[in-house]
């Protein structure tokens, strides 16, 4: 595609329930990473995937993340158990390569859990 | 770990006025350095980026410099229109995608018409 595609825009969950949020980076685009931006502050990483494999998962806060991308396009970040402090814009970006630098970034996806 | 600042959080400037915005990093080995816009409720938009080996980056009325050895960039926007109101964030990669990109908390810009 022309960007890097985020859906849903906006989700809203309740306490205890289960969370996919989808990215489609930009056609060709090797490496993909996640982040999360709470209101007022700076994104902060969460995970990158060179490929299909995730090369760096350290952003991720606990082990009810976890992120996919099985065919090296698509990736799903999943989120267990959601709480309150979940509550986020969770950002997608792609780069053509690691080595190259420039990420491009979606539109985001807002979490609200109640 | 690194840390970006940047400074000032927030301005307020009459249209057609000169601004400079300012990003300093505490960890001089960075791959490059990459300024965005980001407007309310939106995405990041990539406005210039900076390769280590290069002191500055130009774009329309926008121009960036970095200076690794001192940990600066700065993000120089000419003449100011009030559309370029917007949150403007800095952030600067280790290289190899691992860590990610580490960003500064952003300036809010509103440019008065």
């Known amino acids: 595609g022309a960007g890097v595609s985020q859906t849903p825009s906006n989700k809203v969950t309740e306490k205890g329930k289960y969370v996919e949020l989808r990215c489609d980076p930009i056609?060709?685009?090797?490496?993909l990473y996640w982040y999360r931006q709470s209101l007022g502050q700076g994104p902060e990483f969460l995970i990158y995937?060179?490929?299909?494999?995730?090369?760096?998962d350290s952003g991720l806060p606990n082990d009810r993340f976890f992120a996919v991308r099985p065919e090296g396009s698509v990736s799903t970040l999943k989120i267990q158990r959601t709480e309150r402090g979940d509550s986020a814009m969770y950002l997608c970006?792609?780069?053509?390569?690691?080595?190259?630098?420039?990420?491009?970034f979606g539109e985001g996806s807002r979490l609200t859990v109640l | 770990k690194q840390e970006v600042t940047q400074i000032p959080a927030a301005l307020s400037v009459p249209e057609g006025e000169n601004l400079v915005l300012n990003c300093s990093f505490t960890?001089?080995?960075?791959?490059?350095l990459q300024w965005f816009r980001q407007d309310p409720g939106k995405g990041l938009t990539s406005l210039l980026l900076?390769?280590?080996?290069?002191r500055e980056q130009t774009s329309g009325r926008l121009n960036a410099s970095l200076d690794k050895s001192s940990g600066r960039s700065t993000l120089y926007i000419a003449a100011s229109q009030p559309g370029d109101s917007a949150t403007y964030l800095c952030?600067?990669?280790?290289?190899?995608?691992?860590?990610?990109?580490?960003f500064g908390k952003g300036t809010h810009l509103i440019i008065q018409p």
């Open positions: 970006a792609s780069s053509l390569s690691s080595s190259t630098g420039e990420l491009f």
């Open positions: 056609s060709g685009h090797t490496a």
């Open positions: 995937f060179q490929g299909t494999g995730a090369a760096d």
């Open positions: 960890d001089s080995a960075i791959y490059n």
């Open positions: 900076i390769q280590s080996s290069q």
């Open positions: 952030a600067v990669d280790p290289g190899g995608g691992a860590d990610g990109l580490t």
